[in-house]
């Protein structure tokens, strides 16, 4: 089983569209846990953190549950630019640590 | 302020060949990390260092990949003798604490 489990999609949505991603993580005793975005040819960059509370981002909302062990991310009002890899990633304590990346959620928006 | 820094962007070589890939990350972060990532997958750790010293190097195929962060800056990796599963991103990145913060990449193709 792996680490960090997504589906590769890809999502393909018309704009305006709520979309929603999930990813599933095997170590029970992970401590820290992220949305990172990856654009074609670019960097991964960090859309946001995931607290157990939940939190929001304008469009974005990140959900984590540690029974399940399982994140989810909400992206509502769907824009063209959102059109990327979301990465789902896990990490072993709770500074900067081992993180463990998904293999990622391909999102295309459309017209 | 200036992000983490990595060359060359592209290279090309034949299998057998050695490479090398150089980062130099945001100033003031301790802990820099190499990642590889291959099309399709999410980046994977290969070496973690905090200042100078190693904190993670279980993935990293030692028979051929090194890898050094001389007086806790900048870092080399290298590959020698490189193979065809050997071409991938190799992104770097640096963090302060929580978050890290990626280069733009080297694109490695070995032929």
């Known amino acids: 089983r792996k680490e960090v489990e997504q589906d590769p999609g890809p999502f393909n949505v018309p704009e305006g569209a709520t979309v929603a991603f999930n990813c599933t993580y095997s170590?029970?005793?992970?401590?820290?846990f992220f949305w990172y975005r990856q654009d074609c040819r670019k960097e991964p960059k960090l859309l946001m953190s995931?607290?157990?509370s939940g939190n929001e981002d304008g469009r974005f909302t990140a959900q984590l549950n540690r029974a399940s062990q399982y994140i989810s991310l909400l992206i509502r009002d769907s824009k063209l630019s959102d059109s990327a890899t979301y990465l789902c990633?896990?990490?072993?304590?709770?500074?900067?640590?081992?993180?463990?990346f998904g293999t990622g959620t391909r999102l295309q928006v459309t017209l | 302020e200036a992000g983490v820094a990595q060359s060359p962007r592209y290279k090309i070589i034949e299998k057998r060949q050695s490479v090398a890939f150089w980062c130099n990350p945001i100033?003031?972060?301790?802990?820099l990390y190499w990642y590889q990532q291959i099309l399709g997958q999410g980046p994977k750790l290969l070496i973690q260092?905090?200042?100078?010293?190693?904190?993670?190097d279980s993935q990293l195929p030692k028979d051929r990949f090194s890898a050094e962060r001389l007086k806790g800056v900048d870092s080399t990796l290298k590959i020698q003798p490189a193979k065809l599963e050997d071409s991938a991103v190799y992104l770097c990145?640096?963090?302060?604490?929580?978050?890290?913060?990626f280069g733009p990449g080297t694109r490695l193709l070995v032929l």
């Open positions: 990633v896990v990490g072993s304590t709770g500074t900067a640590s081992k993180l463990t």
């Open positions: 995931v607290y157990s």
């Open positions: 100033s003031g972060h301790a802990t």
């Open positions: 990145a640096s963090s302060p604490q929580e978050t890290q913060y």
């Open positions: 170590n029970s005793a992970s401590q820290s």
């Open positions: 260092f905090q200042n100078n010293g190693v904190v993670d």
